[in-house]
Each structure stands twice: as C-alpha cells, then as structure tokens.
C-alpha cells in the first residue's frame, strides 16, 4: 500500500511540475508590455509592437481605486464588450497602488486603442507592424 501511495504522491508531483513548466515556456514566448495609469490617464500614450504574442502587465499609479485595460482594432466600437480583446483584460482589477497582468495575447500587423473605462482614460493608440 506504500508503494501505492508513493507512486501517485511522485506522478502527482512530476505531473504538477510539467504544467508548470508547460506554463512557464507559454509566458516565455510572450514579451510583457509594462503600461502605467495615474488619475485619468495612461502614461504611455502610444506604443508600437512587432506582430507576436504579448502579457499586458497594467501598474495603478495612485488612482485611488481599481482600474481595468481594454484592448480593442481601431474602427470597432470600443464601447461594446464584443469587440473588446478578451485575452488582454487584466485577470483581475488592479488595485489601487499595484500591478496585474492579462493572459498571453496574440496581436497581428494593424492599428489597437487601448483605453481603461474604470479610470476613465482616453483612448490610446497601439501599432502592430
């Protein structure tokens, strides 16, 4: 019965430790872009990436509440949760005085606003060449 039970504890622990680092290469082919809020605004206004896979990593400067990060194609209505990228939301509101990152997004050649409706900022230009 030890034996057993030895046996499952070292396949549990090899299995955990492959998605971890299943994990880890995932988040290593991704560049994370640091963007900052304070009151009202972003701090980068525009930003201009390679076509590839990206973490948004979104610092709340101060705000004095949680702020958000939406991610949209230039020419969709931004308003309407849709057309938002999904996959570039933060996985949690950012407090305020802290950091949260979104999951890995994969972005092609064109143009992005980037905006946060819970600060609220205006939007912000991202290129993808």
Do not use: R, W
């Not at 622990?13 to 991704?30: C, G, L, R, Y």
């Not at 057309?83 to 997004?105: F, L, R």
């Not at 946060?116 to 939007?123: A, E, G, I, K």
């Amino acid at each position: 019965m030890k034996k057993i039970i030895s046996i499952l504890v070292i396949a549990l622990a090899f299995s955990s430790n492959t998605n971890a680092q299943d994990n880890m290469m995932t988040n290593s082919k991704a560049t994370v872009i640091s963007l900052e809020q304070t009151k009202g605004e972003f701090t980068q206004k525009e930003v201009t990436l390679e076509a590839g896979s990206y973490i948004f990593e979104i610092a709340n400067n101060n705000v004095g509440h949680q702020v958000g990060f939406v991610l949209v194609p230039k020419g969709k209505d931004a308003s309407k949760p849709e057309n938002h990228i999904k996959t570039a939301y933060v996985t949690k509101a950012v407090d305020n005085n802290s950091t949260e990152t979104s999951k890995v997004t994969t972005l092609e050649k064109g143009e992005y606003v980037y905006f946060c409706p819970m600060n609220p900022t205006p939007q912000y230009t991202l290129t993808v060449k």
